[in-house]
């Protein structure tokens, strides 16, 4: 009899620790995509060129569209190392960080306030922002291989 009851209470026990599972996550939370309203993009221009850029869908990609929604955001960027443009964003920008080997025309946010585009490669702990994919590796090291650009970000549609 105790044995029954105890077997009862077992599976009891496993039915409703069944039933409280996790809690489903968040928009734009570690592994729930962002959807994004779809007649607004984040635009990116490089000097006086407009990209187009498939962005991440995380919360660092979040964050820097909010960061243009009161208008367009420019940031001064300095050539690093032969294969990239850094620039200050002003604020700091949530990170998930992974050891990543970036491609010309990748976008990443490094130490959390700045913006990296690449026109070479370079493997460090990056997150990663986004991709340009009009361009070609050329296109990207004419672009930003001959001296410092602006970049400006804005929120369209």
């Not at 960061?67 to 700091?92: H, K, N």
């Not at 491609?103 to 070479?120: E, H, K, M, T």
């Amino acid at each position: 009899m105790k044995r029954r009851i105890r077997l009862c209470l077992l599976g009891l026990l496993a039915l409703m620790l069944s039933a409280c599972g996790a809690a489903p996550a968040e928009p734009g939370s570690a592994g729930e995509p962002v959807r994004e309203d779809e007649t607004t993009m984040l635009q990116m221009t490089i000097g006086q060129t407009p990209v187009t850029v498939d962005w991440e869908e995380n919360e660092a990609v979040n964050a820097l569209k909010a960061l243009c929604q009161d208008g367009p955001l420019t940031i001064a960027m300095s050539m690093y190392g032969g294969f990239e443009q850094v620039g200050p964003i002003g604020e700091r920008l949530p990170g998930s960080d992974r050891q990543t080997t970036t491609r010309a025309g990748d976008i990443v946010l490094y130490s959390g306030d700045q913006l990296v585009v690449f026109y070479g490669s370079n493997s460090w702990a990056y997150t990663r922002l986004g991709h340009i994919s009009d361009r070609s590796d050329a296109d990207m090291a004419a672009l930003l291989g001959a001296g410092d650009v602006t970049i400006t970000l804005e929120v369209t549609g």
